[in-house]
């Protein structure tokens, strides 16, 4: 069989299994990566696991999330998470130094290695033609403290970009155009592996760009070939060493072939407040801006900024723009300062902040209230921004930077010609932010008092009985779930604390709910977790008593937390049975042990006096984990 590239890589690391669509395989992890809103939970678990010794090539503890210092709080976990990082040897980065993917991108991604990282975006590092996978904290603590990750085989669907993109059509409206396609659910369960003479169009941080929002996709991972481009990219970073030619077979076999054909992509927005509600810029038309946000782990490359800063260069942020700057690392912000693209920048208004997420996760830089934001990000969910009632639109760096200057959404292609600008020859490699060392075991870990223990689940019970606390619509957010904000960010390492603002963006009294009922149950739709790594999405509501989540399907990442916590995820047979559940239902499992092992588990709806089916799609490895109570005393039990 002539084999794709996903699955070239897959089986050269292959420690576990058969490579089958949707059977359970384990991979050989040789790197991980952490930032620090899903990093304190994730050394909490590890030290929790008394490791001695983490097994990778490579792990890094980022800190790029938690940047605002308002209290106390998140200079604690950052502490303790270089504190945990001494111990074990594992590369820490400091604050200022940049955005986890953007960094892993440029200093260590490798093509045919095995990358999983706490975040959900960690799929940037497709764009180098490795697998990089987004996890739970406690797979990614796992895959340090055994070297492994256990997936199930996604389908792999071959993204075949055809043609020439015209002037100002940036990856950005590539990937949005194949979101508009495709929808936020359009890659669950997949592997999107990009081919066709299009490829050869796209710089390796552009590539990037396209492999970051396969997440939105809801896609496991998404690759592009390794190619001499890729070699041309590394050459710059001064890591000629780590390359290696990777593609597919000629005539590889796919699951599924999607035909792109850039010439058909158009400068685009995704609309609030879906990432797949994407229309093109002629269309929305020119809509009055209020905020202008410009970087991410999606927008925040050398490229992107030199592109931004062409366009500011010698003009003036409209009056009525706040327009804000966060370069992706601190070795682009320090080349932009350098060439003098900072200062056109600062020159024509713009607002500096420091290398890292920022405004993407509401550190900061929230929109006044009922605002139109233009943000070169990633996600445009309601409330993500800080300000409920503001609509984020998410754009080209190139779209950003015009509107800006106009005061109002703009088509770039209203600048003439296009601007091109040329990768450096060389990329900075600034040392000053790294901390690097072997590993020190009498390494005191430092824990401040906002650090409090994490939940852990208890062994199954054989019969639960609980009503629905909250039934919920579809393609339910993990920031639905367990938002985050400048305000909560800061108890990341707090769960009680977190558990006062769960499900608050649907429901003001979800912990008032959960209290009084004791143990519970909720129902969603379709898509249910989508997002982000959070496991706080899981913790909280295990804190809270949630013993059983029963959706019409789940986001692959979130399905996993859930099992990882001990939170039994189950899905509709029939997706009508839905329908027939209300709020306040009480709902009874008996003999459940024995109905998850066979997959199918009858619920029966004591309040109606109807019974449904419902299904446990996990492998035989996650129902013993569940029996357990969560893969934390799976693990105690000595099985990996
Ligand atoms: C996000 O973009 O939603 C985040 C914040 O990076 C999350 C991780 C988190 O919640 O800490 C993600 O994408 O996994
Ligand atoms: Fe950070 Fe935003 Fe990227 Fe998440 S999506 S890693 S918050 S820049």
New binding site residues.
């Given amino acids: 069989m002539q084999k794709s590239l996903a699955l070239k890589i897959i089986e050269s690391r292959l420690v576990e299994g058969n490579p089958k669509k949707g059977q359970e395989i384990a991979l050989k992890v040789n790197q991980t990566l952490t930032?620090d809103?899903?990093g304190t939970m994730v050394y909490l678990q590890l030290e929790a696991m008394g490791v001695n010794k983490i097994q990778t090539d490579l792990s890094v503890a980022y800190i790029d999330?938690n940047m605002l210092q308002a209290g106390f709080e998140n200079a604690d976990d950052h502490a303790f998470i270089q504190s945990v990082a001494a111990k074990y040897g594992i590369l820490f980065s400091k604050p200022g130094n940049g955005i986890c993917h953007q960094l892993h991108l440029e200093r260590f991604a490798k093509p045919g290695d095995v990358l999983i990282g706490s975040?959900?975006?960690t799929p940037t590092g497709g764009g180098m033609g490795m697998i990089s996978i987004?996890a739970g904290g406690l797979d990614v603590a796992i895959g340090m403290a055994k070297g492994t990750y256990h997936l199930k085989m996604p389908k792999i669907i071959n993204i075949c970009l055809e043609g020439k993109r015209n002037p100002w059509v940036s990856a950005k409206d590539i990937i949005l155009h194949i979101l508009e396609k495709l929808t936020v659910k359009g890659g669950v369960n997949a592997i999107m592996e990009y081919s066709g003479p299009g490829t050869k169009e796209l710089s390796v941080p552009e590539r990037a760009t396209i492999t970051n929002m396969g997440a939105e996709l809801g896609a496991t991972t998404s690759i592009f070939p390794s190619d001499e481009i890729t070699l041309g990219f590394l050459k710059r970073q001064g890591r000629e060493e780590d390359y290696r030619p990777l593609a597919a077979d000629s005539d590889a076999s796919y699951d599924e072939i999607v035909n792109i054909d850039l010439q058909e992509v158009v400068p685009s927005a995704a609309l609030p407040h879906s990432p797949d509600n994407v229309a093109s810029l002629d269309k929305i038309g020119s809509i009055p801006v209020d905020q202008v946000a410009i970087g991410s782990c999606t927008n925040g490359s050398y490229a992107d900024f030199m592109k931004v800063a062409a366009i500011l260069k010698g003009k003036k942020v409209d009056p009525g723009v706040s327009l804000v700057i966060s370069p992706g690392s601190s070795n682009i912000l320090k080349m932009l300062a350098e060439n003098g693209a900072l200062g056109d920048m600062i020159g024509a208004g713009a607002r500096l902040l420091e290398a890292g997420?920022g405004p993407?996760?509401g550190m900061g830089q929230a929109p006044k209230s009922g605002a139109v934001s233009l943000r070169t990000f990633n996600?445009n969910f309601k409330g993500r921004c800080g300000t409920t009632d503001a609509g984020v639109y998410l754009v080209s760096p190139e779209t950003a930077a015009v509107s800006a200057v106009t005061g109002k959404l703009t088509n770039p292609n209203t600048l003439g010609p296009e601007i091109k600008v040329e990768e450096p020859d060389e990329y900075e490699n600034a040392e000053g932010y790294w901390l690097k060392s072997k590993p020190k075991p009498e390494t005191t870990i430092e824990m401040g008092p906002n650090i409090k223990p994490f939940p852990q689940g208890s062994t199954l019970e054989d019969a639960l009985k609980a009503p629905v606390i909250l039934q919920t619509g579809d393609n339910i957010t993990?920031?639905d779930i367990m938002p985050?904000n400048a305000t909560l960010l800061p108890y990341r390492s707090n769960i009680p604390e977190l558990s006062k603002h769960c499900f608050s963006t649907i429901v003001s009294d979800f912990r008032e709910r959960a209290e009084k009922a004791g143990k519970s149950i909720v129902i969603g739709g379709h898509n249910y977790g989508q997002?982000?790594?959070?496991e706080h999405a899981a913790l909280v509501p295990l804190y809270l008593g949630v013993r059983a989540v029963i959706a019409k399907s789940f986001a692959r990442i979130h399905q996993s937390n859930l099992v990882n916590a001990g939170i039994i995820p189950l899905t509709f047979t029939k997706e009508k049975d839905y329908e027939a559940i209300n709020e306040g239902d009480q709902l009874e499992i008996a003999g459940l042990q024995q109905q998850l092992k066979a997959g199918t588990v009858i619920v029966t709806n004591r309040t109606s006096g109807e019974k449904f089916a419902t299904e446990f799609s996990g492998s035989s490895r996650e129902v013993a984990m569940l029996l357990a109570g969560g893969a934390l005393n799976y693990a105690a039990k000595g099985v990996s």
């Fill in positions: 930032q809103s899903t999330h975040d959900s975006h987004g997420c993407c996760i996600r993990t920031d985050s997002g982000s790594s959070r």
